[in-house]
């Protein structure tokens, strides 16, 4: 079979485009730890604020140098609506939402989810620098939408003996165990 020379050319640059993606997602997926938040759990959603970890909402040291940040979604806002932890820890956000769809992003970062009810969003992720972020819901929640974010302040890095000892944690952190 005669394959004209452009015909050639062109299946072989579709060829490597292909290549080219499969390795860029394979990169991000498994060497930059990039993934969709899938659910995971599930929750009675008229039960939130009675179920563990949401009857609790905050952080919490779960692990040196690691924390939780469990947060509920509701019409219109977080709860909390503020969290406090330190660069460089490794933060995972468990949350959910008590009434209808909301999202919940980090501004200026990867963290990303929807907050469905009767569903558990979970996604971990390392503030490297010390800052504010902004916490905004991005999925269309009624007339309060606009208003409806949260801030994550993420303070200096502590030392790895403040890290290992637990109670030293940020000043707004829940500390129980
Ligand atoms: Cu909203």
Known sequence: MKVHTYEKAFLWVGVIV???CAGALAYA?????????????????ARVYST???????V???????????????AWAFNPPEVRVPAGAEVT???????IIHGLAVAGT??????IPGQISRNTIRFDEP??????CHEY??????????KVIVEPARTSAEAADGESQPASAEHHQ
């Not at 800052?131 to 905004?136: K, T």
Request: aromatic share 4%.
């Open 131 to 136: 800052g504010e972020h902004l916490i905004i």
């Open 60 to 74: 919490r040291l779960t692990a040196p140098n690691r924390y939780e940040v469990v947060m509920i979604g509701q």
């Open 18 to 20: 292909l290549i080219a």
């Open 93 to 99: 956000f468990t949350a959910t939402s008590v009434d």
């Open 52 to 58: 563990a970890p949401f009857n609790r909402p905050g």
């Open 29 to 45: 997926s498994l060497g930059m730890g990039i993934h969709l938040p899938g659910a995971s759990g599930r929750i009675d959603p």
């Open 110 to 115: 990867r963290l990303n989810m929807m907050l």
């Open 141 to 150: 929640c009624g007339l309060g939408h606009h208003t409806m974010s949260g």
